[in-house]
DNA sequence: AATATTAATCGCAATATTGCAATATTAAAA
DNA sequence: TTTTAATATTGCAATATTGCGATTAATATT
């Protein structure tokens, strides 16, 4: 145990939770409103940037961009990164929907 | 180490990542799915619904309370769950403010 | 009062996450 | 080609999460 059991629940279910996972740290959320922040498509900066080492960095940005919500392209020896648009709509639209379910049912709840 | 360094983010950083962190497992989004398909305010039908033993659901149930995405009300012996509007706003305006500040500067990145 | 019913809590094992120092990799620059 | 730079990877310690059986707590019901 201490496994999640993905396999009991839908793609959608599981799809969110990655997604969400991925922003379930702040440091996460910092590279990614930093990310939104930054004109250019900047890239080690992001070290400079938050109170964390390198390594830990680095695998924020994996975890990022496993879940696809950002992408990362060679630079030279640098590597930009940037938002993964496409992520950051699922879960827009995601909340969107939920919210309009809420809306709907307003006050038949406690 | 292991400890997330929540001190040296800002409010609203780790506001969004305990909000996002609590929807990072899938039977915790299915748990609010649930909540908003059913109209009466149900109790540990939960428990039945989800493929899972009745204390980890009851832990599950524990962390959507505690991030503030749904509320309990004790009614008998049963306990009245339901969606915690609040915290779903939150995560909404969140990301509608997200996609915005996307939608300004398309294109600038790579 | 005795008994069910509902849900939380405890305690544990398995696994995952966080963070970093040290090291490796990769490609530009000298 | 050596050096420098920017990042990734490895390996480890500390901590957190997931899941569940057993138990407990609280309230209805009989």
């Given amino acids: 145990m201490g496994a999640t059991k993905t396999e009991h629940f839908t793609d959608i279910q599981n799809e ?6 991925a922003l379930g740290h702040p440091a996460r959320v910092a590279i990614v409103e930093y990310l ?33 919500l950002i992408k990362g392209t060679i630079e030279g020896t640098a590597i930009c990164y940037c938002i993964d648009e496409e992520g950051i709509q699922k879960l827009q639209n995601y909340f969107g929907h939920i919210t309009t379910q809420l809306v709907i049912k307003k006050s038949t709840c406690c």
Same sequence: chains 1, 2.
């Fill in 16 to 21: 969110i939770a990655i997604l969400a996972k």
């Fill in 36 to 68: 939104l922040s930054v004109n250019t498509c900047i890239c080690g900066d992001i070290v400079n940037e938050l109170p964390l080492a390198q390594p830990t960095v680095s695998q924020h940005l994996k975890e990022l961009k496993n879940a696809g």
